[in-house]
């Protein structure tokens, strides 16, 4: 079966404002987002990209455009299965205000039991997704064949529920994995059982370095959402 290239969104203006997105519309890459995306086609250059499938939220959309400049042959696909998490009531408000509600600790500890007031459960995210990634599997070998490589470009929650699925993890665990801004995630899917090649990799560093108080595991919270990676 196909190696999927997952590829969270560059840094958005939700991201640096300590948004929580959601669907909420308008949200685009900020200055750092922007040359992440632009620096998306170099990092790719020597992977052979049979198709792409983007979230239709504008995020994604920009962080795929200069990959699609750079090639224009390229299939591009949209499914709204990829998209952002329904966040529901939580969608546009502070990450700040939202760890101060009760669901916060729930999303934390227990996210297989975690429903967003008003949006879907962190389960049912993680199905469709996940569901999304075995039919593009299908459709891939069948038109590309078993060695061909596809390359999604979707949301920081969405990865680390599709990682935990690979990995064959509960949905309690997925808070301990980590996708940042732009960063790429790979995984060969068998027919036995799937291969993480990679895992958040921005291809620098910059993302290791200690930032007090700003990422995971500053506070022992997970960066609902995805967070907004390095400075």
């Known amino acids: 079966m196909p190696t999927l290239i997952l590829v969270r969104h560059g840094r958005s203006t939700a991201n640096t404002g300590g948004v929580l997105a ?5 949200v685009a890459l900020d200055e750092r987002g922007a040359a992440q995306a632009a620096a998306l086609p170099a990092r790719l250059a020597d992977i052979p ?3 792409a499938v983007t979230s239709p939220l504008q ?23 990829i998209g952002e998490c329904h966040y529901g009531d939580w969608s546009g ?17 227990h996210p297989a039991a975690a429903a967003f007031p008003g949006g879907e459960s962190v389960r049912a995210m993680q199905a469709r997704a ?3 990634v075995r039919e593009w599997n299908e459709h891939v070998e069948r038109e590309h064949g078993e060695d061909a490589v596809y390359l999604m470009c979707t949301h920081g929650d969405l990865i680390k529920s599709v990682v935990a699925d690979a990995l064959g ?6 808070q301990r994995i980590t996708a940042d801004p732009c960063s790429v995630t790979a995984i060969r899917y068998t027919r036995l059982r799937p291969y993480l090649l990679r895992l958040g ?5 910059g993302g290791l370095v200690p930032r007090t108080g700003e990422r ?11 967070g907004a990676g390095a400075p």
């Open 130 to 132: 996940v569901d999304a």
């Open 49 to 51: 990209l049979a198709a």
């Open 201 to 205: 990799d921005t291809g620098d560093l």
């Open 59 to 81: 995020r994604c959309e920009e962080t795929l455009r200069p990959l699609l400049a750079a090639r224009p042959e390229l299939p591009l696909h949209t499914d709204e299965r």
């Open 22 to 26: 959601g669907w909420t519309p308008g």
């Open 169 to 174: 993890l509960h949905l309690d665990h997925f």
């Open 216 to 226: 995971e595991g500053a506070t022992g919270d997970a960066a609902v959402g995805g």
């Open 93 to 109: 408000r502070k990450l700040a205000e939202l760890a101060g509600e009760p669901l916060w600790e729930v999303v934390q500890r």
